[in-house]
């Protein structure tokens, strides 16, 4: 059969006894299999696909941890990565700990430039670790110099930090870094402790030159080195390091931009990136090295269609094509190449073939009416929503719900939220057939298209209510330090929708002042508040709670 008008190609009823095996995947983006194997190409990432850009901000939840993950396990299946060697740079770095080195070790300098090398230095003993375990190492004359460079600053042990790394080499080490960064020269002598007039030289400006001549004798276009973990929320003197930090790192790509073999990938959070400071390499020049993740209300629904599609498919209830079969596309007039990708009976080879030998301007209309039809084949085509106006519960469609109720502080609407819904509205219906076994699911033909009435109405609102819960349980616990201070918030904010800093001072007296304004920002970043009133002052700007954090009754 070929893709036309609708038929009922779906199972009658629906399997009621496999609601809870569907699996639409994990909500950590760094434990979610399923998310390599459905990933979602949205517009920033393929931005990103093109290998052209250093920067990946987004907020939290928005893919950067699934996006890494991608790059560290799957690169090969990526046309622009896939001949890079792919070093992943995930260290949490302790900023008191840099704070504490740095009064000790570097007093009256310019703690940028230290900085500064201290990237350089990371990011190459890295990637010079990674080249000394392939095969006959040292085989060549700038591996040689590699494996010095290894041996001298004491960077064989992969797994040391390199804040201890550094303190290691400058108590024990008679040894003088030397680096070269926008031109201006930079150096850090170690044996401090020890004094010498014999110190060991290492230059990291001609390590770096044998480290790319290295990736290119053996055989790789780039060393992508891909940097994660390194803006976890921090506030007060820690915060301005961290800033400091970050901003070094960016000067560091820039100087390195110029090398062919060395790349960079730099993952980060969006509300601190728009904090960095880009006076020396100017706010343009590094927005435009930027690929920012968001996802639109088309590809939030992609995201659910895929999973649902995914879900019904591993439960051995239906597949793709009977899906589609049973999706009226007869509106389309489905030209001789769509209804040949569309065929089951085909070859993947062959679509394959076919597809990369043309494209056609209405393939995203094509995919947004697949999209909603395999949402709408499970969620009802109305939702249950709660009227604050008219406080009372009515019904809207089911995508201007979806679209519309799961917007945190920070304007987005991520994976993450969309997943423990779904997941919500399974457990909730599995409950209902459960609690009533003489009710069925039946196929049913909906504006021309074969759907399940699976998901009930009130069952899909009472998972919104139940999931709201699991989305403040899960910022509550995002960072340990202000897990007592959010608890409280919460306990204290009854039905009140607007908040400022007098009302934290009011309410959450065990806090010091510098700790609510602390706690505020904390709020703003995790998406839990966003800013109405906006001020530079952060004790007088004005709050209030998204939507997806506002209380909604249940529906009787």
């Known amino acids: 059969m070929t893709p036309g008008k609708a038929k009922a190609t779906l199972p009658d009823p629906f399997p009621i006894e496999k609601l809870r095996e569907l ?17 979602i190409v949205t517009s920033a990432v393929k931005k990103f696909f093109l290998n052209k850009h250093s920067v990946i901000v987004g907020a939290i939840g928005t893919g950067k941890s699934t996006l890494f993950r991608l790059l560290k396990n799957r690169h090969k299946e990526i046309d622009a990565f896939k001949n890079d060697l792919i070093i992943p740079l995930e260290e949490a770095l302790s900023f008191s700990e840099l704070s504490d080195f740095t009064k000790e070790y570097y007093i009256g300098k310019d703690e940028r430039t230290l900085y500064q090398l201290l990237w350089k230095f990371n990011i190459l003993s890295k990637t ?24 001298e600053s004491l960077s064989t042990d992969a797994y040391s930090s390199i804040i201890s790394k550094v303190k290691d080499l400058i108590s024990n080490a008679n040894i003088k870094f030397e680096a070269n960064i926008a031109d201006h020269p930079i150096t850090l002598e170690a044996g401090i402790k020890k004094p010498s007039n014999n110190k060991k030289k290492i230059n990291l400006e001609e390590v770096q030159r044998a480290i790319s001549s290295a990736v290119k004798e053996r055989g790789y276009d780039k060393a992508t080195i891909i940097i994660d973990k390194i803006d976890r929320f921090v506030a007060g003197i820690e915060y301005a390091i961290q800033r400091n930090f970050l901003t070094a790192l960016l000067e560091v790509d820039d100087d390195m931009a110029s090398d062919s073999h060395l790349n960079l990938k730099i993952f980060i959070r969006y509300d601190l990136f728009e904090r960095l400071n880009f006076s020396n390499l100017g706010y343009d020049k590094v927005v ?57 009976s085909i070859p993947k080879i062959l679509k394959k073939v076919v597809s990369k030998k043309q494209k056609v301007e209405r393939d995203q209309n094509l995919f947004g009416k697949f999209d909603k039809s395999f949402i ?45 819904f779904l997941k919500e509205v399974v457990n909730n219906v599995a409950s209902y057939y459960e609690e009533n076994p003489d009710q069925i699911s039946e196929l049913v033909l909906v504006d021309k298209d074969y759907e399940w ?11 919104y209510i139940d999931a709201k819960d699991i989305y403040v349980k899960n910022i509550g616990t995002v960072d340990e330090k202000w897990a007592k201070q959010f608890s409280n918030f919460t306990s ?15 309410n959450l007296s065990d806090v010091s002042e510098q700790d609510s304004v602390d ?10 508040l966003k800013i109405s009133e906006h001020h530079s002052d952060i004790k007088k700007r004005g709050y209030e709670l998204p939507i997806l954090y506002k209380t909604a009754p249940n529906h009787n």
Not at 379 to 406: V, W
């Open 519 to 528: 706690f505020l920002s904390f709020l703003q970043v995790i998406g839990y």
């Open 453 to 463: 009435d699976l998901f009930k109405k009130k069952c899909v609102y009472t998972a």
């Open 376 to 420: 709408t084949k499970v969620f009802p085509r109305k939702a249950i929503h709660y009227c604050a106006s008219s406080q009372q519960t009515e019904e809207i469609g089911i995508f201007e719900f979806l679209g519309g109720h799961f917007i945190d502080g920070n304007s987005v609407c991520t994976p993450r939220y969309m997943l423990i």
């Open 288 to 344: 435009d090295n930027a690929v920012i993740l968001r996802w639109s209300k088309d590809e939030t629904l992609r995201f659910l269609a895929t999973r649902i599609c995914m879900a019904l498919h591993n439960a051995q209830i239906a597949n793709f094509h009977n899906m589609i079969l049973a999706t009226d596309l007869s509106e389309y007039g489905l030209s001789f190449r769509e209804r040949f990708l569309l065929n089951p």
């Open 128 to 151: 010079a670790i990674a080249i000394s375990g392939m095969p006959n190492f040292p085989e060549s004359k700038s591996e040689q110099t590699i494996n010095n460079f290894l041996k």
């Open 23 to 39: 699996d639409f995947g994990s909500n950590d983006g760094h434990r979610d299999d399923l998310a390599q194997d459905m990933f």
């Open 492 to 506: 204290k904010k009854g039905n009140k929708t607007k908040f400022d800093f007098k009302w934290i001072r009011a």
